[in-house]
């Protein structure tokens, strides 16, 4: 059946997700995109024919049939955006987070099966084909039981004035802890230090595994990095190559990885066919993923600017 798909927030983020749908509207079988924003310049720029332009998400759904919408506005819009969407009978797909707080994440997953309508997010470092590989070999013992992890993204562009870096990127490290350790939770944050944005924390997991998590912008330089040490070698994804990642044991060996999608693509894919077999993140993982964020931000927060110790870039 064809689908007609709004993205709702044209920015730097969205812009990207309408390119993905471009690339995927044949195999997704997408009859008609629209983009949605209330600024006429993001509108502007984004120069593809194939494209519907609205300015209203008000309106958005019921002028243009529409039976999913994508949301890449600012982090404090999801909820209420979420909110409408789903209540307007269509499936929603949130960038991540879906909400700031975690009793607004439970009321969007509440409405999304109170309305029978798909509700996921936009952690799409799950189908990173290096990580889905890197899981396989993991579960097939290649580098033994897992002892640690490290998952680094710092970027040298300018972060959304309204954006805290855990919601925003410390998130995605949290996600693919839970994804590479089937699911488990953590049982403490350790520590959390840093600022709005660039922040550090450790997270600790049953089994004494530690989760290392280092993002932020402004760096000195860009840095997307997963590394996983077992107790028999380790792993290391450069994040920015979907095609090879590196195992390390006795030697170092590149496994190669094929893929004919991007992460975006995929992720956008998955959302796109709800009754597909999905590693998306599940309602439940996104909701623990958050409970997780707003205990950190509240721990950072607590602690005081005075007492905070902000990270050298």
Known sequence: MSQRVGVVGCGRWGSKHLRALGHLAQEADIECIVACDVHPMALARIGDDRVLLHDDPYTLVEQFNLDSVIVATPNETHYELGTMFLNNGVDVFLEKPIATTFDHASLLVSTSIHQGKTLKSGFL??????????????????????????????????????????????????????????????????????????????????????????????????????????????????LQQHEKYEVLKDYSAIQLVQSNHTPLEAVLLDFLRPDSVSIATSTGSILRTIKCVEQARLQLTAQGRSKTRELKR
């Open 125 to 238: 470092l799950r189908f990173h084909p290096c990580i889905v590989d890197a899981r396989t070999q993991i579960r097939l013992g290649r580098i033994g039981a897992i002892q640690s992890i490290r998952y680094s993204k710092n970027v040298q562009r300018q972060g959304d004035d309204s954006s805290h870096a855990l919601d925003t990127l410390a998130i995605h490290g949290i996600d693919l802890a839970e994804f590479l350790l089937d699911g488990q939770t953590p049982l403490r944050i350790s520590e959390v230090v840093g600022s709005r944005t660039s922040c550090a924390l450790t997270l600790e997991y049953p089994n004494q595994v530690e989760i290392s998590i280092d993002v932020g912008w402004e760096a000195e330089a860009d840095v997307a990095e997963l590394e996983v040490i077992g107790r028999n070698g380790r792993i290391l994804v450069q």
